[in-house]
Structures are given as C-alpha cells and as structure tokens.
C-alpha cells in the first residue's frame, strides 16, 4: 500500500498512498499512550460556500492526553518572525543534513520568500512516496470491514471559487524535492468568521520518526479554480492558478505521535496523521476565511463507521492516471480499517484517487452544513480505497492549541 501523503487535496485523496499506521483494533481502543500536540514556532477545503458535495460522517475517538502548551518563537531568529536571512532566502533551507533538521515541536520555522511559489514552481510538485508493502495485512478481527470497492473520482465542478473554495494545496519542500498535499479550509473558535486555519495530513508538514519539518510550506485555496488542462499551467497568469493569492504557514502543530513514529515508507503512524496549519496571506490582511468566503467546522466526536450513510472526499490527485492539475471528489459509505491492534481504528472508503491527494479533507452533511471529520492518509498501491484517521480528542489539542495561539489575533 502506498501512502497518500504530499499529493492530496480537499475531499478525497489516492495516488501515491503511503500507508500510515492504523491505530487501533476497535473504533474505541487505544494505544494507551499518552498523545500529545507537536506545535511549532513561527516559520514553516472541501466544500466552499453554499455548494458542496456532501460527505458521509466519520467517527471521532481517541484517547483524551494533556497536551504542552505552544512553545514560544525563540527570540533572534529572524526565520521565525517571518523574515527570511540572505542565506535562507538564497536557498539555505535546502540543507537536509539529518544532524540539524529542526525535528521537534517548538522547532518549526517557515519565514515567508516572496514569489517563491510561482506557477511553473507549482506545477512541477510531486507526491512524496510511501508504500506499504502487501505483507502489512489488515486486522480483521473485530478491526477492518471487508474492503470496499472501488469508487471512481470524478472530477469537481469548475469554478473551484463557487464549488469547492475551502479546498486546496499545500505545496512544501522536502529532502526529495518539491512537493504537494491536499487541504481544506477550517473554522477557528477563536476568531470566528476570520480563520486563518487549514487541516491536512501530517505527513504534509512533517517527515516523522526519521525526519523534521517540511520548509517553505504554503497553501493555495481553489488550485487552479477554471481547470485549466496540466500543460497550460506553468504559464498561466497567477491569479488563474492561485485566485485566491497564497498562504504562508506561520505555525504548524502536528501529533507528537506522527512525529515520534510517522513513517512515510511503511505507514507507521497513520491514525495519528493530521496536521493544523495557521497561515497568512503572502499579499494583503484579509482573512483565509473572509477571502475565500467560507470555511468548515470540525466534528472530533463523529459517530462509529456503520452509523454513517456517506462522507465526500476531496483532492488533487496527482499521481497517474491523473497529473494534478484539477479537483476531484468521491462519495461512498466509509468502514473500519486497522492494521496494527495496538492503535485506533481509521476510516476507509473506496475512491480511485492517487498521489497528491493526502491531507484532502473528508466531510459529512450535519443538518445541510458540511462538516469535516477526516483527512486523507493512506491507500494501497492499486488505487482502490483511502484511509484516514479517526479524529478525536487528541486530534481537538492540535486544532485548539493552533487556534489558542492566535486568539484575539489579526
């Protein structure tokens, strides 16, 4: 199986899947150890307003764990107050030697490069790979349904600015070169009506166990909102392939469990593989909310897999047979999948998307509202099915320790 990670996007997310590990035998066991939020200092949608295409209801569980409170920005580093030095704007950030990658939670930095996120940058982004091989069997035991089949992603209505505006992409740099994910748009508690929050995948933000922070994160709601076909993006005009402008993360919190074990290459870590952006325009003040004019709440106490009828997932699948360029979604009634008995149980759905689609938000219909309740993570290499985690109360400490951070803030 292949892991989702850096090619998902909005609702829904294959190709190139990397299986994260699945934690848990039931949907309400436990690992037992105690979770905590990895909040990084200052520096590294699925459906938009009133249209969107209803996605069936996760469930939420986990473990509740006191969570450390956000580490402060360290004073003197100009990367962290956004202000990158000459040698980080002059391409410092791609020294990767493994003795100095800024790792831990208060670690992260991610100061703003102008114009470094061009078209043509953006669409050479690639997924980055993570396979699980088929030997890591499900557990079936009281831990996976059947798996399901397959459903075919169909392509989102355009415009992306009227359908689907919380969607997006992260676009980040890693060791292996550019990359993308999928994300959506949040709401923020704090702040309402002017969130500057985006969920995606951890693995989008962080290499895990063997690894640190990503560097130059950033997030384009709408990608390329008219469907341009792939070839005609690299010389669009930008506000063709960002119409919303882009989004620098100034703060990223992420499981300290995706951090101490997260493993691209053979899934470890998947069921806690979700992430929080805070981000700011790279141009302007308005909100991420107020300019693309709506976001999601968050539902981290959604009911077990068999009480849900259908979740909608969102993305960019970038991987073949897709290249990228355009939004796709899948509808399906999701189920149980666990492959390690000593953690959570996630979610999983059939839908045909690959690589580029991690991070891609999964949204059920509360009562007309959409309301998000997952994110890609992994899938096999046979693109047939997706897998997220099981949002919980864990996951509620990432989300409120980003968004106490900026409380009664710009």
């Not at 003197?76 to 020294?95: H, L, N, Q, Y």
């Amino acid at each position: 199986m292949r892991s989702i990670r850096p090619l998902l996007a909005g609702v829904g997310l294959v190709g190139a899947l990397t299986l994260t590990t699945a934690c848990g035998l039931s949907e309400n066991r436990s690992s037992g150890e105690p979770e905590t939020v990895s909040s990084p200092a200052a520096g590294p949608g699925t459906a938009a307003p009133p249209s969107t295409a209803a996605v069936p209801s996760p469930t939420a569980e986990q473990p509740a764990t006191a969570a450390p409170s956000p580490s402060p920005a360290r004073s003197g580093d100009s990367r962290r107050s956004g202000t990158a030095d000459p040698k980080w704007r002059a391409g410092g950030w791609k020294d990767w030697d493994r003795g100095t990658w800024r790792r831990d939670s208060d670690d992260f930095v991610n100061p703003v490069i102008d114009d470094l996120w061009k078209p043509d940058r953006m669409v050479t982004a690639e997924p980055p790979d993570r396979t699980v091989e088929p030997d890591t069997d499900p557990v079936v035991e009281d831990g996976s349904d059947p798996e399901p089949a397959a459903v075919e992603a169909r392509p989102e209505r355009t415009p992306y600015r009227q359908h689907a505006a919380t969607s997006g992409k992260v676009f980040f740099d890693a060791p292996e070169g550019t990359m993308v994910c999928s994300a959506t748009v949040v709401k923020d508690p704090t702040n309402p009506g002017r969130s500057n929050l985006v969920w995606t995948a951890g693995h989008c933000v962080h290499a895990g166990a063997k690894g640190g922070w990503y560097r130059n994160i950033a997030f384009v709601p709408a990608y390329n909102s008219g469907g341009l076909p792939a070839r005609e993006l690299a010389a669009a005009a930008p506000e063709d392939v960002a119409p919303y402008g882009t989004f620098w993360a100034d703060w990223v919190a992420t499981s300290d469990r995706w951090i101490a074990t997260g493993d691209p290459a053979d899934g470890t870590g998947a069921p806690y593989d979700y992430a929080v952006l805070h981000v700011k325009p790279e141009d302007g003040t308005a909100s991420l909310e107020e300019t693309v004019g709506s976001a999601l709440d968050v539902d981290f106490a959604a009911p077990e897999a068999h009480r849900v009828a259908s979740l909608g997932i969102r993305g960019y699948p970038a991987a073949a047979p897709y290249d990228g360029a355009l939004m796709h979604s899948c509808t399906d009634r999701p189920g149980r999948f666990a492959f390690d008995t000593a953690a959570p149980v996630m979610w999983r759905m059939g839908c045909t998307m690959t690589g580029g689609s991690s991070g891609g938000g999964w949204v059920t219909d509360r009562a007309g509202t959409p309301v998000l309740v997952s994110n890609t993570s992994i899938g096999p290499a046979d693109p047939v099915w997706l897998a997220g985690p099981r949002l919980g109360k864990d996951a509620e400490r990432v989300y409120t320790s980003v968004s106490a951070k900026y409380a009664a803030q710009p």
